[in-house]
Each structure stands twice: as C-alpha cells, then as structure tokens.
C-alpha cells in the first residue's frame, strides 16, 4: 500500500498544470501594445497643474465615452490646458470597449511618464493626449506598425488581391454613413498556404471622408516598405487604423460589420522580363543610336518649318486673274462691309433665290469679278459671332433662340425618368440624361416600369425600392426573377445595380458622365465609389397629372435637391 502515497500528489499535480493552461487560454499573457512619446523637449512636473489636468482628462474617458466608441475632451487653459481622444474598435460592444479604455488610460501614463504629448495602441483601442488641439485634424504621424514572422508563398499574388480588398474599404470607410468609419470584409487568395484575408480599416469620426481616405491610402502605401511579404501586418497612426490577417477565421466580430462590395479581380501585369547580364553597356549604345539621329532630324525639321513660315509671311499677297476666274494664294475671306458693298446692300435686284438656310445674293468685287453670297438665316444654327446656338429642337423649344440657359416653368417629358433638378427648379444638363440613363439600368434589372412600380402593399417607388434592399444588403430582392434563373453572374448584376445608384444620385455633380458610365460598363478593374442616399422626389403615393397644362414654379418642392449645370448645349 505504501508504494501508492504518491497517486493523490500526482493528481494534484495534473489538475494544477490543467487549471494554469485554462486560465492562460481565457486570458492571453500577450497584449499587443505599441506607443509613441515624442522626444521633443515637451514635460511636465511632478503636481504641476498639467498633470493635475492631464489625470482629470483620462479618468473622465472610461465612464463618458459614447456608444460609437469615441471620445474627447479638452481640461484647462493654455499653456497647461489637455487635450485627449480615445477611440475604440468598431466591433466592440460598449462595455468593452470602457475596459479596454481603462486599461489603456492607466498604461498611458506609464510608458509616457511627464511628456506632455503622448499616444498609445492597445489590442482593441488608442488613446491620444497632447497640449495642442488634436481634435478634428487629421495626422497621419508619429506612426507605427507591427507584423507576424511568416511571410506569404506568392508575394505578388497575394498582395494583388490585397490591393483590391483594401480599395474597396477605403471607399467603405470613408463613405461610411455610421459614425463610426469602419470597414471589414474577407478575400480568397491563391496561395497554398495562406488561401483567406482578413482586413479591418478604421477612422477617427472627427476627420472628414476625404481625410479619412487619404489616411487609409497612406497606411496601405506603407506597408510593404515596413512589412514587405508578412501575413499579418497592422499599420497605426494617430487618425486611423490598418490590419490585415491570414487567419482562416476573421480576427474581428463579423455580426458587428456592413457587407463591403469588392470589384473582380483585374488581371495581373505580365512580369517584366529580366535583363541578360553583361548587356548593359550594349543596351545604353543601341538607345544613343537610336535617339541621336532622330533627334538631328527632328531639330532639321524644326527649323525647315521656322523658315518657311518666316519667308510665308514676308511673301505678299496676290492675286492673279486667269482667263476670268479667281486664283488667291490665300483662301478667299472677306470682311462683312465688302460684301454687303458687292451686294448693293443685299439688295432684292441682286436676289439669285433662297434655300432652306437663307437667301443667295449675286455680287461684284471692286476689281470686278462676280460672286455667289449667301446670307444665312437667324434660325440657321450660328450666333452672331458664328458660334452654335440652341435650336428649334426638343426641350429648347421652350427657350428664346438666344439663350444658353433658363430656369422653365413648363415641364416636358416622362415622370420617373426627369432628374429631380429639372422637375423642380427646371435645370437641365448632361447629367439629366445619366439620371434617366441610371433609372432604365434599375427598370431593366427589377423588371418592372419606374412610373408603374408594384411591390405589394408598399408605397416605395422604384429608386426607394432599390436602394433600401441595397443598403441593407439585399441584393437578391431587386433583381428581376427572369434574371436570377439566367445564367448571368450575379456579380455583373450587382454592379449593374450600383452604377444605376451613381447615375441616380440627387447631386447632379455627383452622377457619373456618360463617358464615365460606359467605361464602368465595359471595365470590371475600375473600383466603383459607393452611392450615397439617391434622389426620392417621387414617393410611392405621387402619380403625374397627364393634363397638358403648365406646371407653376410656385409648386411645393419635394425634395432639396442641389441641381447645377443650367448650360444647354446643341445635340
């Protein structure tokens, strides 16, 4: 019996080294940290009043910051005076994201000890305080990063496809209708060993869209001069928030994050082919005998033309009559005064006959040749100083000959297909044509008529329709049932769907030109920029009064719309 004492001490033993792995498992010994204490002569004392406020502004940050996981605040006058910002990561919820400020808040002070400007990442937040103003301007330094050991098989490949994913959540983030300015979103990577991206971006919500982006394209620049291959990479800086892994499952909440719409894959440039060794000296001397003598001929050329031009215009002008008829060394341009002198005036004596574009006078010069004149009517196309002016020709029918613009009271065409700018205010202009453009895309994917548009017991129009199933991430319940069962893809069909957004937006400025819309038809490696709310001047109860009579410009607006570009141009 003696030779088993030592079984309970075993068991004790085992379960001891069990507990330690668990508690290791559910609290990770590793927390990322990085921070920044700029050396630049800026320190406090110990109790001075800077410090007394810098310790008021960081404990006020845990219990007030908001549910968008932001907060600032400013404690003191200048030169003492705190500013401090603190964000948290968008997939966070509230009670812990005020954990994770705490612990950061109290960490803060202990890396950056009497500096006066200070800023620290933590694993799910940052945390920022200075004795300048800091909040709503962008910054884009001091930054940092970090990266995991292994590095991808298929460099090029790999960072491809990256490319792509964070294009499409520099759009996302910047355009963000959510306070909080975050993306996320996973991509397939042909790469054996790593085959799954996933990539967060976020902004602090006190910089602009603009600012925002461009802090993303910064970020994304940076990495392969830092990181070059890794597989996992986060770029820090004060007004955003790069990472990137390539772990099979995303590092971040995905019940807390907006889908993304990523482009196809474009194809990939054809890899530049090495030079043999020792052919360099070969390579200099064939471009210097290519490029001297076209540069000799060129520079001949050149002043063979000066020549030539200057003997032209010491040469004078002649005229030589031969046999009765005219024969100019310049081409035969005449002031207004002469004509009508050939012409006694353009008077009826001279009248030769009239055509559709105006009347044909007979005409004698001064050295007494005869001439065919014909005086062009006011409605032939040309202004006074022989420029293109509107014409008899649809909507500028509504308009006096002369004018090149007009605010009209009348409202001539199809409601459902008229950009809101001309069915309130009566502006019109090439982006009134992407609108109508843009609702027969939605028309022909939903399969059903903007001006009829049935769904159920709702009262949505067509463009309503559309963008509520868009932004909500529907986008199987607008397109047309014919074409679910199609063989198209349903990514071609998607990206119908959004440049049929672009071209509806209420902003006449920010619909697409036509030339635009083609190249986005025709090329899937163009990134598309994400629609904001279209225009919703027609609401699901508003049918058109088919009478014929003229709308008043004192009619109620339905929407506030900000139409531009009044210019008519002939077609």
């Known amino acids: 019996m003696s030779s088993w004492k030592w079984l309970p001490n ?174 996320a979103a996973t991509r397939d990577v042909n790469d054996p060993k790593y085959p799954r991206i996933s990539a967060f971006e976020q902004c602090t919500p006190d910089i602009t869209s603009e600012e925002c982006r461009d802090c993303l394209n910064e970020s994304a620049q940076h990495i392969r001069k830092c990181c070059d291959g890794a597989r996992g990479v986060r770029i820090l800086s004060p007004s955003c928030y790069l990472r990137f892994e390539t772990d099979p499952d995303p590092f971040y909440n995905e019940s807390m994050v907006e889908p993304v719409y990523q482009p196809p894959t474009p194809p990939m440039p054809p890899p530049a082919s090495p030079q043999p060794p020792g052919n360099g000296k070969n390579t200099s001397r064939t471009i210097i005998i290519i490029i001297v003598p076209i540069a000799v001929c060129l520079i001949l050329a050149l002043c063979i033309g000066i020549y030539l031009k200057t003997k032209k215009m010491r040469t004078p002008r002649e005229n030589v009559d031969l046999d009765g008829e005219i024969s100019t060394v310049e081409s035969l341009q005449y002031d207004f005064s002469t004509i009508r002198a050939a012409t006694d005036n353009f008077s009826d004596a001279n009248k030769l006959g009239q055509g559709g574009f105006g009347v044909v006078y007979k005409g004698k010069l001064p050295k007494g040749n005869e001439i065919a004149v014909k005086r062009l009517s006011h409605g032939s196309g040309q202004d006074g100083e022989m420029n293109p002016k509107i014409s008899d020709f649809g909507m500028a029918r509504l308009f006096v000959p002369n004018e090149t613009q007009h605010s009209t009271s009348r409202i001539v065409g199809t409601f459902g297909y008229m950009a809101p700018e001309y069915v309130i205010h009566g502006h019109f202009s090439i982006k009134s044509d992407v609108y109508s453009f843009g609702v027969l895309i939605l028309e022909i994917i939903t399969g059903q008529k903007a001006y009829n548009f049935q769904n159920g017991e709702s009262m949505d129009d067509l463009i309503s329709f559309v963008w509520k199933n868009w932004h909500q991430g529907m986008v199987a319940n607008i397109i047309d049932p014919a074409l679910r069962t199609s063989s198209g893809s349903m990514r071609d069909i998607a990206r119908c769907i959004h440049i049929g957004l672009l071209c509806v937006q209420e902003n006449a400025a920010d619909r697409p030109t036509m030339g635009s819309v083609v190249l986005m038809l025709s090329s899937f490696s163009l990134t598309l920029r994400v629609p904001s709310q279209p225009a919703f001047f027609m609401s699901g109860s508003f049918r058109p009064d088919n009478s014929s009579k003229d709308q008043s410009d004192n009619t109620t607006h339905l929407s506030t719309n900000e139409a531009s570009m009044s210019e008519l141009y002939p077609r």
């Open 10 to 183: 075993f068991i004790f033993f085992i379960s001891l080294i069990n507990l330690v792995a668990i508690v290791k498992s559910q609290f990770p010994t590793e927390i990322f940290i990085h921070y920044k204490c700029p050396d630049n002569g800026r320190r406090y004392t110990r109790n001075s009043t800077y410090e007394r406020n810098l310790n008021t502004s960081l404990s006020s940050v845990p219990p007030n910051i908001d549910t968008n996981g932001f907060y600032n605040a400013s404690t003191g006058e200048t030169p003492d005076r705190v500013n401090v910002i603190a964000l948290c990561r968008a997939d966070l919820q509230p009670s812990q994201c005020r954990d994770y400020v705490e612990n950061a808040t109290a960490e803060i002070l202990k890396k950056c000890p009497n500096k006066k400007q200070a800023i620290l990442w933590h694993e799910f937040c940052m945390v920022r305080y200075s004795d300048e103003a800091i909040f709503g301007t962008l910054a884009n330094s001091p930054m940092d990063w970090g990266n995991s050991g292994e590095n991808v098989t298929n460099t090029d490949v790999f960072y491809w496809e990256l490319n792509v994913l964070l294009n499409s959540l520099h759009d996302h983030a910047a355009s963000n209708s959510s306070p909080k300015k975050f993306a």
